[in-house]
């Protein structure tokens, strides 16, 4: 089991990587937008895991590959942390406060939606 939880965390930690360099391209560097973006998508997607699990839909090693080792992977607390004390630290509060509310609404919101999505794809 820990090694599909290693495999899938390696695919998420790929993942966050190319989203990582596709936001930056695209938005530059003024804002952790891509630390963002996986964190909301992680969130939804791990909504609809939990929603997977209560079902059940898959194999529980298979829920907790995607869950512990992709998602786990793919999402970041640690970089949401520096990069906000990087912001406090620079003299942008707020920009470092739209990052924390952004990202913990966000992830509450885009959780739950990950929730009800699931719960309409599988009653």
Do not use: D, K
């Amino acid at each position: 089991m820990v090694w599909w939880i290693m495999a899938a965390g390696a695919l998420g930690t790929g993942a966050r990587y190319l989203v990582g360099v596709w936001v930056l391209e695209r938005f530059g560097a003024g804002f952790p937008y891509a630390t963002m973006a996986v964190n909301l998508i992680g969130c939804f997607l791990l909504g609809m895991v939990t929603h997977f699990s209560a079902v059940p839909v898959g194999s529980p090693e298979l829920r907790a590959a995607v869950a512990i080792g992709l998602l786990g992977g793919f999402t970041t607390y640690s970089s949401f942390n520096q990069e906000t004390l990087a912001m406090l630290t620079h003299g942008a509060a707020g920009a470092a406060a739209l990052n924390v509310v952004m990202t913990l609404a966000g992830g509450l919101i885009t959780g739950w939606l990950g929730l009800v999505f699931a719960r309409q794809l599988v009653a």
